[in-house]
């Protein structure tokens, strides 16, 4: 069965930085585009960030909001996506899911929680 | 960047009806469009990939249509299950954008 793991989250402070992960099994995660996407509590969806497989250059993607503080990576042999957060502001509070596919999120982990308060 | 507008925000349906809730996209996206079911404490379930077609398991009462900018995710026939946020989602190209969602009650 498919398993997307999420793991690493917790309290920070503003200004701080956290790198969470996720642990994938159950479908060829080379293969696989990578996203997370974030969810504040009692909000909506927001897309965080996207990377691509090896044939097409690991490419990657991120929204506005995030740009030039976040980073995503990933690395196939261990089939494990992470996403690096520096100079976290209070508006990063979320549940943040690691998702999988190809053209678009098919499988979705259960979340891990990021909290950044003072 | 795109913007995704879904509409209405909620809807108080009662089982057994037909809805269809909308998503725009603001410039032209063709297909590449997916619909999502949250229940709370949940994850997203994908339901429609690029634009009208189900997903595994996706029970054959939900039915995604449109192209270009203009898309509609119809349920035929609400259960009480069914009760949920909809979301829709650019996708194939980023920015992957959501749309800001559907609730979805039973009356």
């Known amino acids: 069965a498919v398993q997307l793991v999420e793991s690493g989250g917790g309290l920070v402070q503003p200004k701080e930085s956290l790198k969470i992960s996720c642990a994938a099994s159950?479908?060829?995660?080379?293969?696989?585009?990578m996203y997370w996407v974030r969810q504040a509590p009692g909000k909506g969806l927001e897309w965080v960030a996207r990377i691509r497989t090896k044939p097409n250059n690991y490419a990657t993607y991120y929204a506005d909001s995030v740009k030039g503080r976040f980073t995503i990576s990933r690395d196939d042999s261990k089939s494990m996506v992470y996403l690096q957060m520096d100079n976290l502001k209070t508006e990063d509070t979320a549940m943040y899911y690691c998702?999988?596919?190809?053209?678009?999120?098919?499988?979705w982990g259960q979340g891990v929680m990021v909290t950044v308060s003072s | 960047n795109i913007v995704m507008t879904q509409s209405p925000k909620s809807m108080s349906i009662s089982v057994g009806d037909r809805v269809t809730m909308n998503c725009k996209a603001s410039q032209n996206v063709g297909n590449n469009i997916a619909w999502y079911q949250q229940k709370p404490g949940q994850s997203p379930k994908l339901l429609i990939y690029y634009a009208s077609n189900r997903y595994t398991g996706v029970p054959d009462r939900f039915t995604g249509g449109g192209y270009g900018t203009d898309f509609t995710l119809t349920i035929n026939s609400v259960q009480a299950e069914d009760a949920a946020f909809y979301y829709c989602q650019r996708i194939y190209n980023s920015p992957n954008t959501f749309g800001a969602g559907t609730k979805l009650e039973l009356k």
């Open positions: 998702t999988a596919g190809g053209g678009y999120p098919e499988y």
């Open positions: 159950g479908f060829t995660f080379s293969n696989a585009a």
